[in-house]
């Protein structure tokens, strides 16, 4: 069954760090030839796209609220997704969303994105 699974959400105070883990099980596709993607929806807000990686890493693109705060990576071996978030801030918080896509996915228009993790939940207070 595909699917994605999110974990390391949890309540932090600004200006402090948390990594979120994504583990893509889908077997149609090679992993190397997903795009992989995080998102968040703050509550009352839009789902919007925060960055999304492809090609064991050598694309990688940011939204700008998070450019120079979070960094994508991933671990092939273990077909993990990981977002590490650094200096957050309390606009940060929401729910975090892990999606899948094929080949290099260009944009976060959800259409795009084919396979969606549960989500886990991020929340920082000032």
């Known amino acids: 069954q595909d699917r994605l699974v999110e974990s390391g959400g949890g309540s932090v105070q600004a200006g402090g760090s948390l990594r979120l883990s994504c583990v893509v099980s889908?077997?149609?596709?090679?992993?190397?030839?997903?795009?992989v993607g995080w998102f968040r929806q703050a509550p009352g807000k839009e789902r919007e796209g925060v960055a999304r990686?492809?090609?064991?890493?050598?694309?990688?693109t940011y939204a700008d609220s998070v450019k120079g705060r979070f960094t994508i990576s991933q671990d092939e071996q273990k077909n993990t997704v990981y977002l590490h978030m650094n200096s957050l801030k309390p606009e940060d918080t929401g729910m975090y969303y892990c999606?899948?896509?094929?080949?290099?996915?260009?944009?976060?228009?959800?259409?795009?994105?084919?396979?969606w993790g549960q989500g886990t939940q991020v929340a920082v207070s000032s």
């Open positions: 990686i492809y090609n064991s890493g050598d694309l990688t």
């Open positions: 889908i077997s149609r596709y090679t992993y190397n030839l997903l795009s």
């Open positions: 999606a899948a896509g094929t080949g290099w996915v260009r944009d976060f228009a959800e259409s795009k994105w084919r396979f």
